[in-house]
Structure formats: C-alpha cells, structure tokens
C-alpha cells in the first residue's frame, strides 16, 4: 500500500485543519487505518486509529472530542478532521495501515506514508 497524507499548515490557537491520505496500490478497505505524530524532540505517539468498515475508531486522550477519524473506503481515503487544536498538537502526522486494528500503538503498521506538518501559533 502507497500512502500519500496531505493537508497540512500553519493553523492558529483553535482553528481547525484537516488532514487526508490517499492509498493506493492494495485493496484499502482490508487495512486498519492509523493517524500517529511526532513532535520535534519527542517520540511518535498514537492519535486515532479506525477499523476496515469504520465501525471502530479510537483516540489518543489528548485528541478526545477534538479530532474524529474517518474513511471512505470508495476514495482509498482516510482522514483526520482536527479542531480546538493546540499548541502542542504542533507535530508532523503520519497516516499508517495495518491488516490489524490495534488501539494505542505508534509502531508496528506495515504501510506508513510520508507525513504532513502541522504548524499550530499560540
């Protein structure tokens, strides 16, 4: 699986991005679909992640109630609507698809696409 994400930006104090990433290149609605970031200086960490159908979705409590994950399984797309952001949401996020839907992990995906900078001013 190919995975291009996009939608990126600089983003003031409590505005709202969203990000997208397109697949391509396998049967997409056979992946879990992961959202991780990483700060500069810091470890990658989970953000959300959704199922094959997108019955299941989780997040990373830091994210709770101010980002939703979504799919469209017709576009080979996932994506990551971001509002309230913050400060320290300020990371470069990466899309990533497993044949496994795991809550919480940051490592182990078996596709990872190449990351979009999230700039948020305070």
């Known amino acids: 699986v190919q995975l291009q994400a996009c939608g990126g930006g600089l983003v003031q104090a409590g505005g709202s991005l969203r990000l997208s990433c397109a697949a391509s290149?396998?049967?997409?609605?056979?992946?879990?679909m992961g959202w991780l970031r990483q700060a500069p200086g810091k470890e990658r960490e989970f953000v959300a992640v959704?199922?094959?159908?997108?019955?299941?979705?989780a997040y990373a409590d830091s994210v709770k109630g101010r980002f939703t994950i979504s799919r469209d399984n017709a576009k080979n797309t996932v994506y990551l609507q971001m509002n309230s952001l913050k400060a320290e949401d300020t990371a470069v996020y990466y899309c990533?698809?497993?044949?496994?839907?795991?809550?919480?992990?940051?490592?182990?995906?078996?596709?990872w696409g190449q990351g979009t900078l999230v700039t948020v001013s305070s």
């Open positions: 990533a698809a497993d044949r496994t839907y795991y809550s919480g992990r940051s490592s182990g995906y078996e596709y």
């Open positions: 959704i199922s094959w159908g997108g019955g299941r979705t």
């Open positions: 290149g396998r049967t997409f609605s056979n992946y879990a």
